[in-house]
């Protein structure tokens, strides 16, 4: 048997680059579609039928003033319609992160979006990756953060979207494979 082809959509407002990276990452591990969320908080009319047909939605958005972006946030609102009529109901759901700081209230806006999942009766993915957190540990190793509820990345103020930690990128691009995965396993598509 072979398993039915699973769709997963990244939703993700980024404001330097760094966010959009890591929304890369997740991508390319559930081999998802990119959707980004613009300047003026909105995505592409027809974005909104890629998120209604897929198996998994995965939010993104970096961490300002202790939660996501004013962008993703007048998106999350624009979600009430597809809440009204139930659209997004059972489809699993996921989220990242990123801030300049270690810890910068990331946590909050991965509350957010696991909160916006619940409201649409989401069933939520957590990150599964066991956190480095021995003295050996390194900048680049997985899960370097200490998260279980989703990857959160750090990005230096003063760096560029090239100088992420190739172990934040690689946590984003673990937790793809895992939303994929557990879709998979929720999937009411019929398996050959």
Same mark, same amino acid.
Do not use: C
């Given at each position: 048997?072979?398993?039915?082809?699973?769709?997963?959509?990244?939703?993700?407002?980024?404001?330097?680059?760094?966010?959009?990276?890591?929304?890369?990452?997740?991508?390319?591990?559930?081999?998802?579609?990119?959707?980004?969320?613009?300047?003026?908080?909105? =995505?592409?009319? *027809?974005?909104?039928?890629?998120?209604?047909?897929?198996? %998994?939605?995965?939010?993104?958005? +970096?961490?300002? $003033? #202790?939660?996501?972006?004013?962008?993703?946030?007048?998106?999350?609102?624009?979600?009430?319609?597809?809440?009204?009529?139930?659209?997004?109901?059972?489809?699993?759901?996921?989220?990242?992160?990123?801030?300049?700081?270690?810890?910068?209230?990331?946590?909050?806006?991965?509350?957010?979006?696991?909160?916006?999942?619940?409201?649409?009766?989401? =069933?939520?993915? *957590?990150?599964?990756?066991?956190?480095?957190?021995?003295? %050996?540990?390194?900048?680049?190793? +997985?899960?370097? $953060? #200490?998260?279980?509820?989703?990857?959160?990345?750090?990005?230096?103020?003063?760096?560029?979207?090239?100088?992420?930690?190739?172990?934040?990128?690689?946590?984003?691009?673990?937790?793809?494979?895992?939303?994929?995965?557990?879709?998979?396993?929720?999937?009411?598509?019929?398996?050959?």
């Amino acid at each position: 048997m072979t398993k039915a082809t699973i769709t997963t959509a990244v939703v993700y407002h980024s404001g330097y680059g760094h966010t959009k990276r890591v929304a890369e990452a997740v991508a390319r591990g559930a081999s998802a579609e990119l959707i980004a969320i613009d300047a003026d908080g909105n =995505i592409p009319d *027809s974005a909104w039928d890629t998120l209604d047909a897929a198996d %998994a939605i995965i939010f993104g958005s +970096p961490t300002y $003033m #202790g939660g996501p972006s004013w962008q993703f946030k007048k998106f999350a609102d624009a979600t009430s319609k597809p809440w009204f009529e139930e659209k997004w109901k059972d489809k699993v759901f996921g989220g990242f992160t990123n801030s300049a700081t270690i810890n910068g209230d990331k946590l909050n806006t991965l509350q957010y979006f696991l909160l916006l999942a619940g409201q649409h009766g989401g =069933i939520w993915v *957590s990150l599964a990756i066991k956190p480095s957190n021995v003295k %050996a540990s390194k900048r680049d190793d +997985p899960n370097r $953060m #200490g998260s279980y509820v989703g990857p959160m990345a750090q990005s230096d103020a003063d760096a560029a979207p090239e100088e992420m930690s190739v172990g934040d990128l690689e946590t984003a691009r673990r937790y793809g494979v895992r939303v994929a995965e557990i879709a998979g396993r929720f999937s009411d598509t019929p398996v050959a």
